[in-house]
């Protein structure tokens, strides 16, 4: 209905041997280039670009002109590396032509292109290639598993990426380094021992995805965290599961201390609610932090420790009210 889209506001991915991908007027676009718009806004431009970093990884300096030298995002953990040399050019173009079907709308055949790139590269044992691929294809999922699932994403997505930074320069200085893609939050619910339940959260770059949370009926006969420990061993059986890179349980020292000794390749948190301390296992003693209330990280594992005791209630009272009616 524009008049004259001019001024209106492009995502262009240029024809380098590294391609640039930027934003562009409507005056400058040339033929050669690859380009997706027109947005109603450079605001609106700007949150796809963000949601699209986050899944693809592209470099914001590649090394088109022979000068090696990190870009913003490689120090944030949201490029893989072009700029340093880290990522080859076949790899690179590979990976924009991902972002290219993404920008284009075609993300059912990139799932699949995808998933079978996930398998090629198992049943040739590069399975750190394979992890990082699956990476990919989950976060292609989540923004598009509906009609408004990439609106969801973007809408108020600042807030969780600020979140994730906090945490990770926090959990850094206690040596656990993580990207926090995906957190796992963990929580029990009972009532005397009876009807005991757990429940698991999942949030991906800081927002809940629903459709991944899983609900477990316990042995309560004894302690909760003996129910804890139920629930984690369960977890840990299913390998179909996608791999977490933060685990949080609800609960101080002793929670920790259990769900320690059955993860050992994923980091384990946890978070005291009385005075909100996150606990974690520091050189070989318990560590407690206090974080300040405002932190954006603090209250993201408040939202995820909230939502795992939200769930695990919910179904906890089906349970309960199922028992009463029999």
Same mark, same amino acid.
């Given at each position: ?128 290639e394979a992890e990082e691929v699956r990476k990919m294809y ?58 005991t339940v757990g429940a698991m959260v999942v949030f991906f ?6 459709s991944s949370y899983r609900k477990f009926k316990l042995d ?13 061993? &369960?977890?840990?059986? &299913?390998?179909?599961?996608? &791999? ?8 101080? &020292? ?73």
């Open positions: 209905m524009s008049k004259d889209d001019k001024s209106s506001t492009y995502i262009m991915v240029g024809n380098e041997d590294f391609p640039v991908v930027s934003l562009i007027r409507g005056g400058e676009i040339e033929n050669f280039r690859s380009v997706y718009g027109p947005f109603r806004t450079r605001y609106e431009a700007e949150m796809v670009l963000k949601v699209a970093r986050n899944i693809f990884k592209f470099c914001q300096n590649p090394p088109n002109n022979g000068v090696k030298r990190a870009c913003f995002y490689y120090h944030i953990g949201k490029c893989d590396g072009a700029c340093t040399g880290l990522v080859s050019k076949t790899k690179y173009r590979s990976k924009i032509g991902y972002l290219k079907r993404f920008l284009n709308g075609s993300s059912s055949g990139l799932l699949v292109s995808l998933e079978k790139k996930i398998r090629r590269l198992a049943k040739n044992e590069k399975y750190e989950e976060a292609v999922k989540w923004a598009t598993k509906t009609r408004h699932g990439l609106a969801e994403f973007l809408k108020d997505n600042q807030t969780p990426e600020r979140a994730i930074r906090e945490l990770k320069v926090m959990l850094s200085s206690y040596g656990i380094e993580s990207s926090l893609e995906r957190i796992e939050g963990y929580d029990v619910a009972t009532t005397l021992q009876m009807d770059l800081g927002t809940a995805d629903k309560g006969s004894n302690s909760d965290t003996e129910a804890m420990k139920q629930m984690l061993v &369960r977890r840990t059986r &299913r390998t179909d599961w996608p &791999r977490p890179d933060l685990i949080l349980v609800d609960g101080g &020292r002793p929670q920790l201390s259990t769900a320690l000794k059955l993860i050992k390749d994923v980091p384990v948190i946890g978070l005291a609610k009385k005075e909100e301390l996150i606990v974690i296992f520091y050189e070989g003693k318990f560590i407690e932090i206090e974080m300040p209330r405002r932190s954006k990280g603090l209250q993201l594992l408040q939202q995820i420790r909230d939502e795992a005791h939200r769930f695990g209630t919910g179904y906890h009272k089906q349970v309960r009210d199922r028992r009463s009616l029999s």
